[in-house]
């Protein structure tokens, strides 16, 4: 070691020779009161003439090279010390011992393990409180020469190093540790008691390392534990009595086949278990013990059923998210259960069955259903949810009830009708043929979604009882030529997408519309009428009309109102009108009335002179005729 940092020596003083040849001035730095900031600007130190008491300095992203007192400018006593993003192989060995008042050091994205080589103490850090030293190269072992005496030390990041293993040494000497980040490492292996010295730590921080199993979880004091993207196949906790305060657990991203063995006693509230191969669910030890979960993620696992009995214990229960599993069934009958949820996220699965109880999922506001290609539903199942606010049943195939046929064929639709809090209701991509009278009345929805259903027709009153509420609307992509709901009545609309149809006029509005969003592109439109226009000019914000056949002259009017009104169009790049003058579309933008006065002239000298040769020809004729039967008269009378 001794012939380590006689190899040093001569580097070190090079360096603070460079440096000192090299003046360092203040200028270039941000001074604010006691905060200096010297980021990136190609710095081997501190400037010289820092302020007397300055109490933070931001070095990042500079040249920093080796820490020293001289790198340093001589102070000692700042409260944050910010060195990330340089190339530090070097530290002074006590270089923070009389820096009392240092809270916080920044030392990431360094060369640290350069420096880790020579096994050398950077010494005592006092009064550090947080220490960053991720990125640095560090490998199992190396963390100890920074971590050896650091007794105030309570937020401690690694992330981004080369982590093998944390071994009983590791944080010997940083015994007030209450977070540590080990995020992106290569971590393989945990000793037995690697944490048991650390009673303040509360957040633990392991994910996407290569851990693949934790069988004896004892960390009684911890509230929050990440163990996201590793290759856990089993978590077990200890079979002990003692109460565990974790709240927080996440171990999505794992290759569990089982749901995990949860401490008995506990106060878990958010469980993330997603994206592992969990095939089954059902009582067993560790799941009885979730009545305090609030937030339950078990989506992208292969979930083949979720059988109510699954459920018995999630009295705390608000959202639950199984999407994206093989669910063909789900069923909620009894009414003490999930009495609390809010949110249930079914969507991506297989369900041909849903079936809710009276009286159950009293308190549930959003339902993800899309993706399921559900078509058979009790025609009043989502009546039965009294608090429901959000429906999302894209990519099914429903059928909208007739509001007076309920009670003909109630096995073949479902019904919308008299939901009062229903606010949002997606119904794209429903292969939807047409949509009654009357399908949502005695609602209040702000936002209606029928896109992608190629053919639908719509019924005249389709839409009424949405006059007072109904805020957005989507129609587009369906292959839409004649709109026949009456749009002008829905005095609150203010969104309302109509592309990619094949609609030839315009849907009536007037004066007291509210239109501020109007998407028109991919239709048919040739003429828009003016009157139309100028209705929604009063309030009309923002109108796409790109991939249309208009008419350059037969629109001069709309084309005023785009061209000097406030009206924003995103799309006026691509917005294209057909001129008899011209071969190819011209942009919007371009056209002027003279381009079409001039053809409009130039269209009734072309007439005139054809109406003059027109007369022309007639007379001619006409004097032929008669000068042909004057020469015959004459001839008769010569005879």
Same mark, same amino acid.
């Given at each position: ?112 393990n350069v420096f880790a080589l020579s096994k050398i103490n950077i010494g005592p850090l006092t009064a550090v409180e947080s220490l960053d030293l991720s990125s640095n190269g560090l490998y199992t072992g190396m963390s100890d020469y920074f971590l050896a005496d650091s007794p105030s030390l309570k937020n401690l990041s690694l992330n981004g190093n080369s982590i093998t293993k944390i071994t009983q040494y590791t944080f010997r000497g940083s015994l007030s540790l209450r977070k540590i980040s080990l995020h992106n490492n290569v971590i393989l292996e945990i000793e037995d008691g690697a ?251 702000? $936002? =209606?979604? !029928?896109?992608? #259903?190629?053919?639908?027709? @719509? +019924? ?5 009882? %949405? *006059?007072? /509420? &109904? ?45 501020? $969003? =109007?998407? !028109?592109?991919? #239709?048919?439109?040739?003429? @828009? +009428? ?5 209705? %929604? *000019?009063? /309030? &009309? ?68 002179? &054809? ?29």
């Open positions: 070691m001794a012939v380590f940092q006689l190899l040093f020596l001569p580097l070190v003083s090079c360096c603070v020779a460079a440096s000192a040849r090299s003046p360092r001035h203040l200028p270039l730095c941000q001074v604010v009161q006691m905060d200096v900031f010297c980021s990136d600007l190609s710095l081997r130190g501190a400037p010289v003439n820092l302020p007397h008491g300055v109490q933070m300095l931001d070095l990042s992203c500079n040249q920093v090279q080796i820490l020293t007192q001289e790198t340093l400018a001589n102070h000692t006593g700042f409260r944050h010390l910010n060195l990330h993003s340089n190339k530090i192989h070097f530290i002074q060995p006590g270089l923070f011992k009389d820096m009392t008042d240092l809270k916080v050091l920044n030392l990431s994205r360094n060369h640290l944490f048991d010295s650390l009673d303040r730590l509360t957040e633990l921080d392991l994910s996407k390392n290569s851990i693949t199993c934790i069988t004896d979880f004892n960390l009684y004091n911890l509230t929050v534990l990440n163990l996201s993207k590793n290759s856990m196949e089993l978590f077990q906790s200890t079979k002990s009595q003692h109460f565990f305060k974790l709240e927080c657990l996440d171990l999505s991203e794992n290759k569990m086949t089982h749901f995990p063995f949860l401490p008995h006693k506990n106060v878990l509230k958010y469980l993330d278990v997603s994206r592992n191969q969990i095939q089954h669910v059902g009582v067993q030890r560790g799941h009885e013990n979730i009545d305090h979960v609030r937030y339950l993620d078990m989506s992208y696992n292969q979930l083949q059923s979720l059988p109510e009995l699954f459920f018995n214990c999630m009295d705390s229960l608000e959202v639950l998210n199984v999407s994206n599993n093989c669910i063909s069934s789900f069923s909620i009958t009894n009414e003490v259960l999930l009495q609390t949820v809010k949110i249930i996220n079914l969507s991506y699965n297989s369900l041909q069955s849903l079936t809710f109880g009276e009286n159950t999922l009293q308190s549930l506001e959003e339902l993800y259903l899309q993706g399921n290609d559900l078509a058979v539903l009790d025609h009043q199942i989502f009546q039965r949810l009294p608090s429901i606010n959000l429906l999302q049943l894209q990519q099914n195939n429903l059928i909208i009830c007739e509001l007076d046929k309920n009670h003909q064929d109630p096995q073949d639709c479902v019904s919308f009708a008299s939901m009062a809090n229903l606010q949002f209701l997606n119904l794209s991509e429903n292969s939807l043929r047409t949509l009654p009278a009357n399908a949502f009345a005695n609602t209040a929805l702000k $936002s =209606l979604d !029928l896109s992608l #259903n190629p053919g639908l027709v @719509l +019924d005249k009153h389709s839409l009424s009882g %949405l *006059e007072h /509420s &109904l805020i957005h609307l989507f129609l587009r992509e369906n292959n839409i030529s004649n709109l026949n709901a009456d749009l002008s009545s829905l005095r609150s609309l203010k969104h309302i997408d109509l592309s990619t149809n094949q609609l030839t006029t315009l849907p009536m509005w007037n004066r007291d519309s509210s239109i501020e $969003s =109007l998407n !028109l592109q991919n #239709n048919n439109l040739v003429t @828009l +009428d003016y009157s139309t226009m100028l209705a %929604l *000019e009063r /309030s &009309l914000k923002t109108l796409y009309m790109g991939s249309n056949p208009l008419s350059c002259c037969s629109n001069l009017d709309f084309l005023h109102i785009v061209q000097h009104s406030g009206v924003v169009v995103p799309d006026i790049e691509i917005v294209t009108c057909v001129h008899e003058e011209y071969s190819e579309p011209v942009n919007i933008e371009k056209v002027t009335q003279e381009m079409c006065h001039k053809a409009g002239i130039r269209n009734y000298v072309v007439a005139v002179v &054809l109406v003059a040769l027109l007369v022309m020809i007639v007379f001619g004729v006409l004097f032929k005729c008669c000068h042909s039967r004057k020469r015959k008269h004459n001839r008769r009378f010569i005879a």
